[in-house]
Nanobody, 125 residues
């Protein structure tokens, strides 16, 4: 069992930055793909960014966050971060990290087996 805990959410004004962090209770380095998803009220959960088990190749970003968000992982610390810059009001959502098989390291939520409880991000205009 892998437990994931997100942190770093908060309230910022448009144009600001936040850095979310996902800490895993179990060693996930070299084993799991990790992704960030978000869900706004009344909307479906959508994938934001994913990074493969090595953190070196094949990560993907949702179109609206490309160039603004950066996913990274520190396999020594067992963490995966999401740096969010130039935030917009439409980025407001609950953000979740999830771990899943490396063969399905995409923005489709189905294959991800382990999920955190989420951290709220609110961007005001």
């Amino acid at each position: 069992q892998v437990h994931l805990v997100e942190s770093g959410g908060g309230s910022v004004q448009a144009g600001g930055s936040l850095r979310l962090s996902c800490a895993a209770s179990k060693y996930i380095s070299g084993t799991y793909c990790v992704a960030w998803f978000r869900q706004a009220p009344g909307k479906e959960r959508e994938g934001v960014a994913s990074i493969d088990r090595d953190g070196r190749t094949s990560y993907s970003y949702e179109a609206s966050v490309k160039g603004r968000f950066t996913i990274s992982r520190d396999n020594n610390k067992n963490t995966v971060d999401l740096q969010m810059n130039s935030l917009k009001p439409e980025d407001t959502a609950m953000y979740y990290c999830a771990a899943g098989p490396d063969w399905a390291c995409t923005l489709v939520p189905g294959p991800y087996k382990y999920w955190g409880q989420g951290t709220q991000v609110t961007v005001s205009s």
